[in-house]
């Protein structure tokens, strides 16, 4: 029986989906043993205060978030594994593709038509400044880099606390409509916080995405966040895999867990397309909160004072789509989105986003995204199953 102690917050999800697929591979081999260890007990007794209480506990590997002048070497030397987990600085084992989940962001943003871009998150902290790194990194190649503006915080230390007062004053200057990416979703839903507290409308001035797709956290903000998710159950599962390989063979090296964005659950706080014609404005609004209607071009003519040939270029002019691929589009980025926030059947899934013609469903969907919606929801599914197969390498 392994013996593993979890040093991390378990005040955010992505904690628990760590847990999660740690326990998923205990039960597909031998069962662990698991302590939940509060970050404050290493702040209270430092770090020789933990490897105290691990070789008391007989602990055979740990899992921790560690500051920078934290000696971890010294579970190795008393014979504990120490997997180490990206806090402010990046370290071996679990890490992230920080870049990736930037430019994510970036390439979501620009295909709503945005020009303007912003950034918030913390100074010296790894997975923030890379996400930024790659979100403008992105915008700046498709020409957009003057129009980009980013507001830091000091410290990661008290994710609580900040100055309202500084942060508002940026976001009042943000030339409209801005497109913001936060480094996490604790930091959209402050933004959203700020922004209704001071009539700055969301998603219509400002939109706004988080990442790690924190339910708890996402639906707290009003509107509710839109955030990019990340396979980190299944990092759980290959950390603890990582754990067994190193713990049987002595031999063995250390190798990273890297963690990967996987798609962007889009809400309210991003649903929005950004352009100055307001009739298209009006047009776009009407089809995201009628997308579950059975709605055709002919009601969409309804909602503005044009002709329907007249809307259908000034629209294909702003989103270089006719309305009826645009619909077709939403409707399956939405019913993609849906296969994998939940296990209902297929046909229930496609009639919650209006999309009635089943027979063709399954060629549509593979046109888009290579594979069938059946093979799809497998291949990104969360791995909370007790009977996954073993990742291969």
């Not at 790194?133 to 020409?143: H, K, L, V």
């Not at 509710?224 to 998710?229: E, Q, T």
């Not at 969907?365 to 990104?380: C, D, I, M, T, W």
Request: include cysteine; aromatic fraction near 12%.
């Amino acid at each position: 029986m392994i013996r593993l102690i979890l040093l991390t917050d378990f005040t955010e999800s992505f904690a628990y989906n760590l847990l999660k697929g740690v326990l998923a591979y205990s039960k597909s081999h031998e069962p662990w043993v698991v302590c939940r260890m509060p970050p404050s007990y290493k702040h209270t007794y430092g770090i020789e205060g933990v490897l105290k209480w691990a070789k008391a506990w007989q602990a055979d590997a740990i899992i921790g978030q560690f500051d920078n002048e934290d000696n971890v070497e010294l579970f190795r030397k008393n014979g504990i594994i120490a997997v180490a987990q990206d806090y402010k600085s990046r370290f071996t084992n679990i890490t992230g593709d920080y870049h990736k989940t930037g430019r994510m962001a970036a390439e979501f943003f620009l295909s709503k038509g945005f020009q303007n871009f912003a950034f918030y998150g913390y100074r010296n902290t790894v997975w923030s400044q890379e996400r930024c790194d790659g979100f403008y990194e992105c915008i700046a190649a498709q020409g957009f880099g003057n129009n980009f503006s980013s507001y830091q915080e000091q410290s990661l230390d008290d994710l609580w606390f900040y100055e309202a007062s500084p942060l508002l004053t940026w976001l009042k200057s943000l030339p409209q409509p801005t497109a913001l990416m936060a480094c996490d979703d604790n930091q959209g839903n402050r933004i959203t916080e700020i922004c209704k507290v001071n009539n700055i409308k969301v998603p219509d001035k400002i939109a706004i995405l988080g990442v790690d797709n924190d339910e708890i956290i996402c639906n707290l903000s009003d509107p509710p966040l839109s955030s990019i998710s990340h396979n980190i159950v299944r990092g759980g599962f290959e950390a603890a895999e990582l754990i067994e390989h190193l713990l049987n063979d002595e031999e063995a090296s250390y190798y990273d867990v890297v963690l990967q964005p996987v798609n962007i659950v889009n809400r309210l706080s991003t649903d929005f397309y950004s352009t100055a014609d307001a009739y298209i404005h009006t047009a776009l609004k009407y089809i995201h909160q009628n997308l579950a209607s059975n709605i055709t071009v002919s009601d969409i003519v309804k909602q503005v004072p044009l002709s329907r040939r007249l809307l259908e270029i000034r629209f294909k002019q702003v989103t270089q789509q006719s309305i009826h691929k645009y619909i077709f589009n939403l409707r399956m980025e939405r019913f993609a989105q849906l296969l994998l926030a939940s296990d209902a059947p297929i046909v229930e899934v496609a009639e919650q986003v209006g999309i009635n013609n089943l027979k063709n469903l399954s060629r549509q969907f593979k046109a888009l995204k290579k594979v069938s919606p059946n093979e799809y929801r497998k291949e990104h599914q969360k791995m909370t199953d007790c009977n996954y197969k073993k990742i291969t390498k």
